[in-house]
């Protein structure tokens, strides 16, 4: 059964910094991505890295996150700089075995609280 345990998240101020992680039980060569959640708001994939290392981000986390990858720790993080109250949300660390598809397996979520 595939598994992935986030941890990182808690709470800071405007301008801070946060690192999140995300141990995976499967091959880190699958897609995978971070994806928040607000209150009342949809999920949102903010940040995905594929199988060759190629990023891609929304526009809103361009140069503040940064996603990266350990495959020795079998660990996926999120490097998140310059947090604004808005980047307040659930994240979620997802993977996917075929990068065109939606995200098939999800952890269980780290909360990130950030205030002005």
């Known amino acids: 059964q595939v598994q992935l345990v986030e941890s990182g998240g808690g709470s800071v101020q405007a301008g801070g910094s946060l690192r999140l992680s995300c141990v995976a039980s499967?091959?880190?060569?699958?897609?995978m991505g971070w994806v928040r959640q607000a209150p009342g708001k949809e999920r949102e994939g903010n940040a995905h890295?594929?199988?060759?290392?190629?990023?891609t981000y929304i526009d809103s986390v361009k140069g503040r996150f940064t996603i990266s990858r350990d495959n020795a720790k079998a660990t996926l993080y999120l490097q998140m700089d310059s947090l604004k109250p808005e980047d307040t949300a659930m994240y979620y660390c997802?993977?996917?075995?075929?990068?065109?598809?939606?995200?098939?397996?999800w952890g269980q979520g780290t909360q990130v609280t950030v205030s002005s």
């Open positions: 499967l091959s880190l060569t699958h897609c």
């Open positions: 997802a993977a996917k075995v075929l990068c065109r598809n939606e995200y098939q397996y």
């Open positions: 890295i594929e199988g060759n290392s190629k990023t």
